[in-house]
């Protein structure tokens, strides 16, 4: 038997996808939105200054959304937002700015440093809630294109019928190897 939750309160649902970091140095505000985004589901990645987070974001495995605190120790969440958008390689990164700053200028220099999203402390659960879901959105849809870019590729390269390289493939690759022949000096092995 299913139960369903009081009139007021709407069902809780995953926003999320995949784990997200959260770099926020007040313990209070730390464990509150850690423990709401566990509550919906979400895998989190919690550290406690800027340089945590930079080093959190250097892994393999680091998470493709951010919640970032403006003003944190060591680097704080501006700064955080221009080094991911100026050594992005690879899949895109969702970073979501969350602070007391409210001023509309503030937004301004949050969102020109690379903060997808901005969202103000005391902060409202649902409206965390439907950003983070928005984040994940846009996530699923690079994954989606990037799937489709490689599904493409591999089309343009190889023969429908055998999966082959065609004839463009193998005369673009007979190109380059002899390019790199004549830039090494070296013949053709």
């Not at 299913?2 to 464990?31: F, H, K, M």
């Not at 970073?95 to 005391?122: F, I």
């Not at 082959?164 to 053709?188: H, K």
């Amino acid at each position: 038997m299913s139960q369903t939750p009081p009139p007021n309160e709407a069902p809780v649902s995953s926003p999320c996808r995949g784990n997200i970091l959260l770099a926020e140095d007040d313990p209070i505000y730390r464990w509150l939105l850690q423990s709401q985004l566990v509550k919906w589901g979400c895998r989190v990645v919690a550290v406690k200054n800027g340089l945590e987070a930079w080093e959190a974001l250097q892994a393999a495995d680091a998470p493709q959304m951010a919640i970032l605190d403006w003003i944190m120790p060591g680097l704080d969440g501006v700064e955080l937002c221009r080094r991911i958008r100026a050594t992005e390689q690879g899949a895109y990164r969702y970073v979501l700015l969350l602070t007391a700053k409210h001023h509309k200028e503030d937004v301004v220099a949050g969102l020109d440093a690379g903060a997808d999203d901005y969202l103000t402390k005391p902060f409202n659960v649902d409206e965390l809630r439907a950003r983070v879901r928005a984040g994940s959105r846009i996530l699923e849809l690079q994954a989606a294109l990037i799937k489709t870019q490689g599904a493409l590729q591999f089309e343009a390269a190889h023969d429908r019928l055998t999966g082959l390289w065609n004839r463009g493939a193998i005369v673009d690759l007979l190109q380059r190897e002899a390019l790199r022949s004549m830039r090494s000096g070296q013949p053709w092995e």
